[in-house]
């Protein structure tokens, strides 16, 4: 670890109601301690209907764990069924907000130019980007993981891709200044260990998160390449967490189905090595 601060997501994914959810966060604040939170940053990102209930009592219990949203649409408002404007998640006080995680990728066909609109959006409303990169097995198999990685932060920051998915619907999207990739948090998910319970072994998840880090400094320079976060996002776990986030360029984890469990996901957090 560096002196990046580190940064524990959760994404809950589709589970938990919004009973569930107070449930959860409460226990998750009750297990961190005033040490813990001095340390690490952490966010919870439940599914939309939980956003509002999990904001009161972050809140009205003064609790330091910042609120998160797993997505959201390009357009601050118009005729979008079942999806939720930037705006709305601002109104709530979100802090962050994840874009291009793979399953949205995979499972509803966002391209990398949706990808693109949807940073853009999240940033023009004042909340901060999650942006998941990764590749899938057949990708690394092939030897083009960084490859891949590479091509997906450069179309999100430049706006441009190779892709034709949007149907022309997605507004044209300038590329991002210095300063706004700085503002980004990028987690490296290797697609192949998501909920599969397979892991990229910490030396791989270092040699991927280095070169992110060396795509964001070709980008937007050093300076910014070296403050800016990088989180590992493939099946973390209170086992496999202290090796992981020891590695150099490992600023934090995005954490999937252990951080429905307060125990787990308080274990990862408390992984994080102290100065």
Same mark, same amino acid.
């Given at each position: 670890?560096?002196?990046?601060?580190? %940064?524990?997501?959760?994404?809950?994914?589709?589970?938990?109601?919004?009973?569930?959810?107070?449930? $959860?966060?409460?226990?998750?604040?009750?297990?961190?301690?005033?040490?813990? /939170?001095? $340390?690490?940053?952490?966010?919870? /990102?439940?599914?939309?209907?939980? %956003?509002?209930?999990?904001? +009161?009592?972050?809140?009205?219990?003064?609790?330091?764990?910042?609120?998160?949203?797993?997505?959201? /649409?390009? $357009?601050?408002?118009?005729?979008?069924?079942?999806?939720?404007?930037?705006?709305?998640?601002?109104? %709530?006080?979100?802090?962050?907000?994840?874009?291009?995680?793979?399953?949205?990728?995979?499972?509803? =066909?966002?391209?990398?130019?949706?990808?693109?609109?949807?940073?853009?959006?999240?940033?023009? /409303?004042?909340?901060?980007?999650?942006?998941?990169?990764?590749?899938? %097995?057949?990708?690394?198999?092939?030897?083009?993981?960084?490859?891949?990685?590479?091509?997906?932060?450069?179309?999100?920051?430049? =706006?441009?891709?190779?892709?034709?998915?949007?149907? =022309?619907?997605?507004?044209?999207?300038?590329?991002?200044?210095?300063?706004?990739?700085?503002?980004?948090?990028?987690?490296?998910?290797?697609?192949? $260990?998501?909920? +599969?319970?397979?892991?990229?072994?910490?030396?791989?998840?270092?040699?991927?998160?280095?070169?992110?880090?060396?795509?964001?400094?070709?980008?937007?320079?050093?300076?910014?390449?070296?403050?800016?976060?990088?989180?590992?996002?493939?099946?973390?776990?209170?086992?496999?967490?202290?090796?992981?986030?020891?590695?150099?360029?490992?600023?934090?984890?995005?954490?999937?189905?252990?951080?429905?469990?307060?125990?787990?996901?308080?274990?990862?957090?408390?992984?994080?090595?102290?100065?």
């Amino acid at each position: 670890m560096s002196k990046r601060r580190p %940064l524990i997501s959760g994404n809950w994914k589709m589970n938990l109601n919004h009973f569930e959810a107070i449930q $959860a966060v409460q226990k998750l604040a009750y297990r961190l301690s005033p040490d813990d /939170h001095k $340390a690490v940053d952490v966010s919870v /990102h439940p599914p939309f209907t939980d %956003l509002r209930s999990v904001q +009161t009592v972050l809140e009205s219990d003064d609790i330091p764990i910042a609120l998160g949203a797993q997505s959201c /649409h390009w $357009a601050e408002s118009g005729a979008y069924t079942g999806e939720v404007s930037p705006v709305m998640l601002a109104k %709530l006080n979100v802090a962050y907000v994840i874009v291009g995680h793979s399953e949205r990728r995979q499972l509803f =066909g966002e391209t990398d130019t949706v990808v693109a609109a949807k940073l853009r959006a999240v940033l023009a /409303h004042g909340m901060t980007p999650i942006l998941a990169v990764g590749e899938t %097995l057949e990708q690394r198999e092939e030897a083009m993981a960084e490859a891949t990685v590479t091509s997906q932060l450069q179309a999100a920051f430049t =706006g441009t891709s190779a892709d034709d998915g949007d149907g =022309g619907q997605v507004p044209p999207a300038r590329p991002l200044t210095a300063h706004q990739v700085g503002q980004l948090v990028i987690a490296y998910e290797p697609i192949w $260990a998501i909920g +599969t319970g397979r892991t990229a072994t910490p030396d791989d998840a270092q040699v991927m998160c280095s070169t992110i880090r060396s795509t964001v400094a070709d980008q937007a320079g050093k300076e910014v390449a070296g403050s800016l976060r990088v989180q590992y996002g493939g099946s973390c776990t209170p086992a496999n967490a202290p090796d992981l986030l020891a590695q150099a360029d490992i600023d934090g984890a995005l954490v999937g189905g252990a951080s429905l469990d307060p125990d787990s996901f308080a274990k990862i957090v408390q992984s994080v090595p102290r100065a």
